[in-house]
Structures are given as C-alpha cells and as structure tokens.
C-alpha cells in the first residue's frame, strides 16, 4: 500500500480500516501491484461534499447506527490499471466487503466508505 504525502489515517472508523486492507490485498492479486494500492484521501479539509462520510458521521448532524464518528471513507487510485483489472479489482472488493461497503468509481479515483445498512 502506498499513501500520498499529507494522507493520514489516524483517526479512521475501523470498518474503513478493514476495507483498506481488503482493497490492498485486491489490487495486488488482481493487478500484481507489488506495491498494491495508493491511498489518495482519507478525511483531508476542502475536497469532500460536506456530508461526506470522510468526515464521519458526527458532520452535520448525520446519524448511523453507530455512535463512532471516525472517518469512515478513501479514495484511491485505479488510472494506471487496464479495464479487466479495474473489473477484477471491482468485483473482489464489491464481493468480500458485502453490502455494509460502498464502493463508487468516480472519474478521477474510486471512492470507498462504510455505511452499515
Ligand atoms: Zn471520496
């Protein structure tokens, strides 16, 4: 896993902890990435919509079922892959991490949060 300067993930919901590990270990099996994935955001000021659940749940008075309010999303990088591994790298993550996990390809990284059903 690599993490650009400036990205930290101290203060991150464990759930979102354990999607980071399950994304890694995609990318490098899919990919053969040795490096695996590069981390991108976590809960970083001035590049989310204010709701967003990189800030957690506490932002804005948004509630969940649970009480931890951490950072709860990442984004990542997937550009330097081909489209069968984009679509390998999908279908694992979306397989392994159920419906508890959203997984959003945007056009410029994908997005991955956890927002318990
Ligand atoms: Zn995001």
Request: with cysteine; charged share 35%.
């Amino acid at each position: 896993m690599r993490i650009k300067e400036g990205v930290s993930f101290v203060e991150l919901h464990p759930g979102t902890r354990y999607a980071v590990l399950v994304v890694d270990e995609e990318v490098r099996r899919v990919t053969g990435a040795g490096e695996g994935v590069t981390i991108t955001s976590f809960g970083e000021s001035f590049k989310h919509s204010d709701t967003s659940l990189h800030y957690g749940t506490s932002f804005l008075g948004r509630k969940t079922r649970e009480a931890d309010d951490r950072c709860r999303a990442f984004d990542f990088e997937m550009d330097m892959f081909d489209q069968d591994e984009k679509d390998g790298v999908e279908k694992g993550v979306r397989r392994r991490l159920g419906v508890d996990f959203d997984l959003v390809l945007e056009a410029t990284h994908w997005h991955l949060e956890y927002d318990p059903k």
